[in-house]
T-cell receptor, first 111, second 117 residues
Framework: SQQGEEDPQALSIQEGENATMNCSYKTSINNLQWYRQNSGRGLVHLILIRSNEREKHSGRLRVTLDTSKKSSSLLITASRAADTASYFCATGETSGSRLTFGEGTQLTVNP | DAGITQSPRHKVTETGTPVTLRCHQTENHRYMYWYRQDPGHGLRLIHYSYGVKDTDKGEVSDGYSVSRSKTEDFLLTLESATSSQTSVYFC????????????????FGPGTRLTVL
C-alpha cells in the first residue's frame, strides 16, 4: 500500500508562477523526503524534513510538514520551464528504514 | 548520479528466460535498494540490502531474487521473466559511506528499461 499520496496528480502552470504539491501519509514517520524525476531519468533528491521540523527551505523550494495532519507540501517559487518533472514524496518510518514512495505529481511549467 | 551505474540500460527478452540486472556503486554506501516503476504505481520496493550478504524482501518481491557479495554490487535476478515484469528498474543507495556520516537520503541510478515479450 502507498504510504505517501501526492495531490494533485498533475499540475500545469505558467513560468514565473508558484507551484504547490501536497503529500499525505498514514503512519508515524521519522522523515519525509521530496524527489524530482525528469522524463526518462532517475530520481534526484530535493529535500529531507524530519518529524521534529515544521519547515525547510532550499533555494526556491519550501517544504512544510504537519505531523498532526500527516501531510507535507512542496512549494516551488518563481517556476521555470526546467522545473517540468514528476515530483515524489517518500516517507521513512524510522531513521535508516526503507522509504515508501507516493505515485507522484506531474508538474508542467509552460514558457 | 552519485556514482551509481546500472547495466544494462535497456533489455528486451522473452518470457521464461532468466535476466540479471546489475547495480554498481563507487560510494561505498551500506544500503542498496531495487525498485520498479510502473505507471499508476509510483516506485515500489522489490528487495533491499543492509550490507554484504544481508538482504530482505520489499513489497513486490515475488519472482525476483537478489545477491550482494560485495559492497559495491547489488544484483537483481528474474529467474523466469514474465510480461508482468516489464518495467523500469531503479537501483538506489543510502546509509553510511566511507568517511561520511549516515544519510537517509537515497541516491538513484539511471534506471534499466526491461521489456519482456
Amino acid at each position: 500500500s502507498q504510504q505517501g499520496e501526492e495531490d494533485p496528480q498533475a499540475l500545469s502552470i505558467q513560468e514565473g508562477e508558484n507551484a504547490t504539491m501536497n503529500c499525505s501519509y498514514k503512519t508515524s514517520i521519522n522523515n519525509l523526503q521530496w524527489y524530482r524525476q525528469n522524463s526518462g531519468r532517475g530520481l534526484v533528491h530535493l529535500i529531507l524534513i524530519r518529524s521534529n521540523e515544521r519547515e525547510k527551505h532550499s533555494g526556491r523550494l519550501r517544504v512544510t510538514l504537519d505531523t498532526s495532519k500527516k501531510s507535507s507540501s512542496l512549494l516551488i517559487t518563481a517556476s521555470r520551464a526546467a522545473d517540468t518533472a514528476s515530483y515524489f514524496c517518500a516517507t521513512g518510518e524510522t531513521s535508516g528504514s526503507r522509504l515508501t514512495f507516493g505515485e507522484g505529481t506531474q508538474l508542467t511549467v509552460n514558457p | 548520479d552519485a556514482g551509481i551505474t546500472q547495466s544494462p540500460r535497456h533489455k528486451v527478452t522473452e518470457t521464461g528466460t532468466p535476466v540479471t540486472l546489475r547495480c554498481h556503486q563507487t560510494e561505498n554506501h551500506r544500503y542498496m535498494y531495487w525498485y520498479r516503476q510502473d505507471p499508476g504505481h509510483g516506485l515500489r520496493l522489490i528487495h533491499y540490502s543492509y550490507g554484504v550478504k544481508d538482504t530482505d524482501k520489499g513489497e513486490v518481491s515475488d519472482g525476483y531474487s537478489v545477491s550482494r557479495s560485495k559492497t559495491e554490487d547489488f544484483l537483481l535476478t528474474l529467474e523466469s521473466a514474465t510480461s508482468s515484469q516489464t518495467s523500469v528498474y531503479f537501483c538506489a543507495i543510502s546509509g553510511w559511506a566511507s568517511g561520511s556520516s549516515f544519510t537517509d537520503t537515497q541516491y538513484f541510478g539511471p534506471g534499466t528499461r526491461l521489456t519482456v515479450l
